[in-house]
């Protein structure tokens, strides 16, 4: 086989292999509470009968195992059970709610606003690192660094709250608010979640940035780049011909990465816009101990994590032309 | 041939240990006495709260959301409470319990990571197999899971009072993965050099290796890392105050300060704005010293 085939298919199987063990321990978070869950939510009123009532209304009364084949199947085909949020009031069947009816239409949200950050945010970050490290120790350089270091150490609402003061109050450019619903149109839902997307933005901006710099430094000062600048070549030649075939992976590796940090910067901005995708309904379920829809979204973020950093890797691999050209 | 009488008053000696470390104090760029400066500051107001703060913790002065005067710099916030001694009492609790979570931490990462470091055996393959997983969980998500299933407050009120002892152990706990990744791979990397070599074959026991060989070689790497951990432990910690979940109410707390005044901020007011300026400005200063810090020790700079 190939060894670039042989590479990768090992990479899939690690990644799937971290995929079931992050399930897992999702999965099994459920168990940990000494007394069960039912115990725990009813507080005072836990005597054995509402105890049993309760498990037996949740399912919480079969054995684990065969939960949690029933739980990793189901979300295998996009059903996650039903929320607790609607059994609480009588345990009764009524007003059970599907837990992916919950989460459908605010994953499309997470989507919209995850995409929208990265359309703006990759192509700068790339760009302004790679002036960075061509011109390592200017002004432009050290200011950049000031401010990134700045952008990356500050919590995301801090970001969020001065954008929404000037943007928001004082410009009175963008809502303050990011509410948006199924019927908002495509160029209203943009201008709605602008705001958070230039948090997300700024945020992830400074992270790519600093990781894009360093890579291309690390490389320009390789022994074979020196080489060819030795050889009397010219800096454009030296730039496409012997660098750029060689940063491919480590580009790829910066964007994928930044979009796997997009993943839980989109919690906290998210709550502060109380825009409705699904970080927001994480922290809610959370709030209320709606353990069905807080794993759902643990996983798909989780999920999510991984495949990123997965993709990362393959990206990797493939394009590295060491591995592309076996002795 | 005359010799010169020698000088013995004006002779130079060897320097002290405090000169030393004021020499290198001076030679600190800009930004890294910034950041000392700051991180003193705040030492200060964490460990002297109740002597500097006007008011008390949850003390009710005067009207909901009264506006900033000389008496109250930064106003009152929605039930009528001081902002600038709630600031102030930020300090302790938000620094404590953040830098509690970090001890705990690099108490259980630093440990078994040297130890796996060292003996290498079927506990470090084990181990790192499962901190592998952990890591691949976002540490906001999976500690927004844990405190669903485990409640955000104090399973024992009596003997731990209002410390939130399910968010600190949470976070150590998942911390610590970071932690150990660490130490086991710095701690491998010394353990594999001849002078380890040297000292195993003269027939020094494991915890003299692991003391006066291993420690001092990852200590300046693992201090760093102590500054960066402890920053994103404080914004972790933060942000899950800020979400609802971490540090709970009467307690004056950054993060949940800047979720109780956040309508303000629609009003042109900036109240929300000044406990998240307090926790960005902390991070930024421990990152400058940290850098300054590991430029210092490690002698690497990425421009070489």
């Known amino acids: 086989m190939h060894p670039v085939m042989k590479t990768v298919l090992q990479r899939l199987g690690l990644g799937l292999l971290t995929l079931i063990g992050v399930s897992i321990i999702i999965f099994s978070s459920l168990e940990l509470l000494p007394g069960g869950f039912a115990e725990a939510i009813l507080g005072q ?50 007003n059970k709610r599907l837990v992916s009816d919950v989460i459908g239409p605010r994953l499309y949200n997470t989507f919209f606003l995850a995409a ?104 320009l000062s390789s022994p074979y780049i020196e080489m060819a600048k030795l050889k009397g070549l010219s800096p454009k030649q030296v730039i496409l011909n012997h660098a750029l075939p060689n940063a491919w992976a480590p580009i790829a590796t910066v964007i994928a990465f930044n979009l796997a940090y997009l993943v839980v910067g989109v919690v906290v901005v998210e709550v502060v816009f109380t825009y409705p995708g699904i970080g927001q309904l994480m922290v809610d379920s959370v709030s209320k101990r709606d353990m069905p829809v807080a794993q759902a979204c643990a996983l798909i973020f989780a999920a999510t994590y991984i495949l990123l950093n997965l993709l990362a890797d393959i990206i990797a691999i493939v394009t590295n032309p060491r591995l592309l050209h076996p002795k | 041939m005359s010799t010169q009488p020698v000088d013995i008053l004006n002779m130079r000696t060897r320097r002290t240990w405090s000169q030393n470390t004021i020499r290198l104090l001076k030679s600190a760029p800009f930004s890294a006495k910034f950041g000392m400066v700051v991180i003193a500051f705040y030492m200060f107001c964490a460990l002297f709260a109740p ?96 405190l669903a299933m485990l409640g955000k407050s104090n399973p024992y009120p009596e003997i731990f009072g209002k410390l939130p002892l399910n968010l600190i152990l949470i976070l150590a706990l998942l911390d610590s993965t970071r932690v150990y990744r660490l130490a086991r791979n710095t701690a491998l990397s010394v353990a594999v050099q001849d002078f380890v070599e040297a000292a195993r074959l003269r027939g020094e026991g494991m915890m003299w290796i692991v003391i006066r060989e291993i420690v001092p070689n990852i200590l300046p790497l693992m201090i760093a890392e102590f500054g960066l951990r402890f920053c994103f ?72």
């Not at chain 1, 309760?54 to 919480?60: D, I, W």
């Not at chain 2, 181990?127 to 906001?140: A, E, G, K, Q, Y």
């Not at chain 2, 850098?291 to 002698?299: A, C, N």
């Open chain 1, 45 to 94: 009123g836990a005597t054995p009968e509402t105890v049993a009532a309760v498990n037996e209304s949740l399912g919480l009364d079969r054995p684990a195992t065969t939960r949690y084949f029933e739980w990793i199947f189901g979300a295998l085909k996009g059903e996650f059970g039903t929320s607790f949020a609607g059994a609480g009031s009588g345990w009764g069947s009524a």
């Open chain 1, 116 to 219: 929208m950050t990265a359309v703006i945010a990759v192509p700068i970050a790339l760009a302004l690192g790679m002036l960075c490290a061509l011109y390592r120790n200017s002004w432009f350089d050290r200011v950049a660094n000031a401010l990134t270091l700045t952008t990356i150490a500050s919590p995301e609402f801090f970001v969020a709250y001065v954008l929404v003061f000037f943007f928001a109050v004082k410009l009175r450019w963008f809502p303050p608010l990011s509410t948006v619903s199924d019927t908002t149109s495509f160029l209203q839902h943009t201008f709605k979640a602008a705001l958070p997307a230039m948090t997300l933005t700024l945020v992830i901006i400074a992270h790519m940035m600093r990781m894009a710099r360093a890579s291309i430094i690390a490389l």
């Open chain 2, 51 to 146: 002597l500097i703060a006007p008011y008390g913790e949850s003390e009710i002065v005067g009207k909901a959301y009264g506006p900033a005067s000389a008496q109250h710099w930064f106003g009152l916030d929605q039930i009528g409470r001081d902002t600038l001694s709630r600031v102030i009492y930020g300090a302790k609790n938000t620094i404590g319990i953040a830098l509690v979570t970090v001890l705990i931490s690099f108490g259980i990462g630093g440990v078994l990571g040297i130890y796996a470091a060292v003996t290498r055996g079927l506990l470090d393959n084990i181990l790192s197999r499962i901190v592998d997983v952990l890591m691949s969980i976002p540490v906001l998500i999976f500690a927004l899971m844990l």
């Open chain 2, 233 to 304: 432990v404080f914004l972790t910690i933060s942000a899950l105050s800020f979400l609802g979940v971490g540090i709970q109410p009467p307690t004056a707390d950054w993060g949940s300060m800047v979720a109780e005044s956040k309508t303000l901020i629609t009003f042109g007011k900036i109240q929300p704005l000044i406990p998240a300026a307090a926790i960005a400005l902390l991070t930024v200063a421990v990152n400058f010293v940290v850098d300054w810090f590991l430029q210092k020790t490690s002698g690497l700079r990425d421009e070489q």
